[in-house]
């Protein structure tokens, strides 16, 4: 069964950090592209952060660069998302998604398999 399972979101002050993680089971990442997207009430969803796994390269939106940093940990079949410096603008449910070929876009309708959700909430 093909399974993404995110978690390490929660209430954070401005400021402040988490990671989040997304761990896959009944499928290898190895040849996928994982993308870390997030939605926030009201808005559209948004791409936040993308990694390749042949090449290894990153993308990240503009609003997050600096800031956030996407890593994988093939032996876990997880992907990360460290997120520092906090601000209110980030609060939303982030979701990652794999696609083949491992080539990142931020079109989600391209990705195969999305994770549930895990809500990030930022605020003092």
């Known amino acids: 069964q093909l399974q993404f399972v995110e978690s390490g979101g929660g209430l954070v002050q401005p400021g402040g950090s988490l990671r989040l993680s997304c761990a896959a089971s009944?499928?290898?990442?190895?040849?996928?592209?994982i993308g870390w997207f997030r939605q926030a009430p009201g808005k559209e969803r948004e791409g936040v952060s993308c990694i390749s796994s042949s090449s290894g390269t990153t993308t990240y939106a503009d609003s997050v660069k600096g800031r956030f940093t996407i890593s994988r940990d093939n032996a876990k079949n997880t992907v990360y998302l460290q997120m520092n410096s906090l601000t209110p603008e980030d609060t939303a449910i982030y979701y990652c998604?794999?696609?083949?070929?491992?080539?990142?876009?931020?079109?989600?309708?391209?990705?195969?398999?999305w994770g549930q959700g895990t809500q990030v909430t930022v605020s003092s």
């Open positions: 998604a794999a696609r083949v070929p491992d080539q990142c876009t931020w079109y989600g309708v391209e990705y195969d398999y």
């Open positions: 009944g499928f290898t990442l190895d040849y996928t592209a």
